[in-house]
């Protein structure tokens, strides 16, 4: 892979306080790496020994229940840190991350983490930040599992993903990565053939349109209202 450009990172959160300069010394540590569909970049437990930076694609989180169940708990989007186990003050990663689409990623190694967040402007913030974000958003869907209807759960589940990576169609707006009816019964806490059953009769409604891998929603406003979300 070429020597990447210092303009890759000038945009990004956690690098937008830095001169080209400090830049340039942060991408000469990243090792770069492509990930296909479906392979894990790592496993939850495993020694958290790199840190990482999403380019392109996106990546599913897996957690698992205490009964060993997988839930997808969140889905995260390019231009983000992740596998930063240091800022929950973690020697192992907490979770799974696995490519919900082919990936192109930045790591670092572990043992350069405290002098980037000690040395580098906004680094540590930026950081500490999206952390707190991506907890909310975990505490979100636990609370989602324990409260909702599974009605609510799944049509929220497809206004989350179609919100961080729609884009318009023809036909409405499309999930930007692929999405198995097994993903969403992993996001929303249910079965295959519960989900199958949602989806099906939405589609009857003209509300959603599927094929095996991709979901495009056709009638946004509907499935808002059976999301149950106000306003």
């Given at each position: 892979m070429n020597k990447l450009d210092e303009s890759l990172?000038?945009?990004?959160?956690?690098?937008?306080?830095?001169?080209?300069?400090?830049?340039?010394?942060?991408?000469?540590?990243?090792?770069?790496?492509?990930?296909d569909e479906g392979a894990t970049v790592f496993a939850a437990g495993a020694?958290?020994?790199?840190?990482?930076?999403?380019?392109?694609?996106?990546?599913?989180?897996?957690?698992?229940t205490p009964d060993g169940e997988q839930i997808v708990?969140?889905?995260i989007s390019p231009g983000q840190l992740f596998g930063i186990a240091q800022a929950l003050g973690r020697t192992t990663y907490p979770a799974t991350a696995v490519a919900a689409?082919?990936?192109l990623t930045l790591s670092w190694?572990?043992?350069?983490?405290?002098?980037?967040?000690?040395?580098?402007?906004?680094?540590?913030?930026?950081?500490?930040?999206t952390v707190g974000e991506r907890m909310g958003e975990i505490h979100a869907r636990v609370e989602e599992l324990a409260t909702q209807a599974?009605?609510?759960?799944?049509?929220?589940?497809l206004l989350r993903m179609a919100n961080?990576?729609?884009?318009?169609?023809d036909e409405g707006v499309e999930i930007g990565f692929p999405v198995t009816r097994a993903n969403i019964a992993e996001m929303t806490g249910t079965t295959l053939h519960t989900v199958s059953r949602l989806l099906s009769g939405w589609e009857r409604d003209g509300i959603v349109a599927s094929t095996?891998?991709?979901v495009v929603i056709t009638k946004p406003h509907q499935l808002v209202l059976l999301s149950g979300v106000s306003g």
């Open positions: 990172l000038t945009g990004l959160p956690p690098f937008s306080r830095l001169d080209r300069k400090q830049i340039r010394t942060i991408l000469d540590a990243a090792t770069p790496k492509r990930h020694d958290a020994d790199r840190f990482f930076l999403l380019l392109d694609g996106f990546i599913r989180v897996i957690r698992a708990a969140l889905h689409s082919e990936l190694p572990t043992k350069l983490w405290s002098s980037y967040t000690a040395e580098y402007d906004g680094f540590a913030t930026e950081t500490y930040r599974v009605e609510k759960r799944v049509a929220s589940a961080q990576s729609g884009r318009r169609t095996r891998r991709h």
